[in-house]
């Protein structure tokens, strides 16, 4: 029974460069979120998908960071030209169903940029 | 808009010492409550949750939580604490008025446990 799984564990990149991360959720999961934990902070949510659809990405930055999650394959969050403060753990969770219930977590993706 | 506040940031006890850690939420709604821990280099796992019911909950590895209501505070504890328990701690909130299970974390307590 796999758990949420995050690909790559680590991922570097030049400045302007696009950045992708994938998360495959658990089986059965059809609820995804993404969160960000910068250096010295805790994790902050960035958006929530369901199958085909983004229910909330209220804690998106406006430009250069989209995300999706397709009804085949894996939720992907993409982060174009990014830039040094972009470095940071991306964190990917996934839920059975909305409202009362318990979040699983990836082992992240640890984004630097050079 | 919510927050978590987590007030020690580093704790450094010895082995066999008793374990408390703060955690206060600012949302005048009905929420749920989870303590997560991030063992290093590994992902977050879920210590214990309170949706409703008993305020004292029991989690894993002889953890415990308190959910105070009145205080907006949901503390972790631990009677006696491990080398193995050497980990940061992260309380979070979950709003149900809110879409789905988004989570609002603290900043995290980070433990250091000296054998």
């Known amino acids: 029974n796999a758990g949420v799984m995050q690909n790559p564990r680590h991922l570097v990149r030049r400045r302007g460069q696009e950045a992708r991360l994938r998360c495959s959720p658990m089986?059965?999961?059809?609820?995804v979120y993404w969160y960000r934990q910068l250096p010295e902070e805790g994790l902050k949510f960035m958006v929530y998908?369901?199958?085909?659809?983004?229910?909330?990405e209220s804690g998106m930055p406006k430009e250069r960071f989209s995300a999706e999650f397709p009804k085949e394959g894996p939720s992907i969050l993409r982060i174009q030209q990014v830039v040094r403060g972009d470095s940071a753990a991306y964190f990917c969770a996934s839920s059975d169903r909305t409202g009362v219930s318990e979040a699983f977590f990836g082992q992240g993706t640890r984004l630097t940029v050079v | 808009a919510q927050s978590v506040s987590q007030h020690n940031h580093h704790v450094i006890l010895s082995e066999a010492a008793s374990l408390e850690l703060g955690c206060n939420y600012s949302?005048?709604?009905?929420?749920?409550l989870f303590w997560y821990v991030q063992y290093p280099g590994q992902h977050l796992q879920l210590l214990l949750k309170y949706f409703s019911g008993d305020p004292l909950v029991k989690g894993i590895k002889g953890f415990e939580a308190e959910f105070i209501k009145s205080k907006f505070s949901f503390n972790l504890r631990k009677p006696s604490v491990q080398w193995s328990d050497t980990a940061e701690y992260f309380c979070?909130?979950?709003?149900?008025?809110?879409?789905?299970?988004?989570?609002?974390f603290g900043q995290g307590t980070e433990l250091s446990v000296k054998p």
């Open positions: 979070a909130v979950n709003a149900r008025a809110n879409q789905g299970g988004k989570l609002i």
């Open positions: 089986k059965g999961h059809s609820h």
């Open positions: 949302y005048g709604g009905t929420v749920n």
């Open positions: 998908l369901q199958k085909e659809n983004i229910i909330d």
